[in-house]
């Protein structure tokens, strides 16, 4: 079998006196999407902030492409080629969408090709270019924060609920980038509630459970398991849409 792209084994983190992570293990293979799936409180999001460096493990071992990134600080993580969507989106309210996307293309200007496909399934992006982001609504700032994760190639996108407050129709533009990303350069993990959106687009499944992974797998074998997903989530994803 092919190494994963990211591997994480015991990994462990403490945020003050709080124990988080509890020896989190699993892979993402190269290629694809995995979603991270759980209650809330489960540790998604502490495990993404861990590989990429913004909070420290204590314990355990990340590897991105054979290489322990565990020790290492933020930048040069995302010098690797990951990228990182909070859920916050952490975009520059005070700068234009055309800022926003210039200061994400570290590697020079912008290439007019890539921004076209951004373009093409973020239609509001172009049309408020000029506009300061905090102008936007909520499901566009979704959408530049996940345009910036993505104005350049990235080999690994970690992203925090894209999902989130969106209408129906913009959670369909998600979807299509998405769904070419992964049919293309990138590998994704990507926490999620919308129980739909992780049925279409995964294809392999972590779930997690008061700071552990109590299940891997397939994302199929798992939509199809009412049982196990009403015990691992505490509801069957037919019940959330």
Do not use: C
């Not at 994963?4 to 694809?32: C, M, Q, W």
């Amino acid at each position: 079998m092919a190494e994963p792209l990211l591997s994480l084994r015991g990994v462990k983190t403490n945020i003050g006196r709080y124990h988080i992570l509890h020896g989190v293990a699993f892979d993402v293979a190269e290629g694809g999407l995995t979603m991270l799936l759980g209650r809330n409180g489960a540790g998604k999001t502490t495990t993404l902030r861990t590989i990429m460096g913004l909070w420290r493990a204590a314990e355990g071992e990340i590897r991105f492409a054979g290489r322990d990134i565990a020790k290492m600080d933020t930048p040069d993580i995302a010098r690797l080629g990951i990228a990182y969507v909070p859920e916050s989106m952490a975009i520059f309210a005070d700068l234009t969408v055309q800022e926003n996307l210039i200061l994400a293309a570290r590697s020079g200007p912008i290439d007019q090709k890539r921004l076209d496909w951004i373009f093409s399934r973020f239609e509001a992006l172009k049309r408020f270019w000029n506009l300061p982001a905090g102008h936007l609504s909520g499901g566009q700032k979704q959408m530049l924060a996940v345009a910036r994760a993505i104005i350049e190639p990235r080999r690994l996108l970690l992203i925090d609920e894209p999902t989130k407050g969106l209408a129906p129709a913009i959670i369909a533009h998600m979807i299509a980038a998405f769904r070419e990303l992964k049919d293309g350069e990138a590998t994704l993990l990507v926490v999620e509630q919308n129980f739909a959106f992780a049925r279409q687009l995964g294809d392999a499944v972590a779930v997690m459970d008061d700071g552990r992974v109590a299940h891997t797998g397939g994302m199929a074998a798992f939509a199809a398991d009412a049982g196990l997903q009403q015990h691992l989530l505490g509801m069957g994803m037919d019940t959330h849409q």
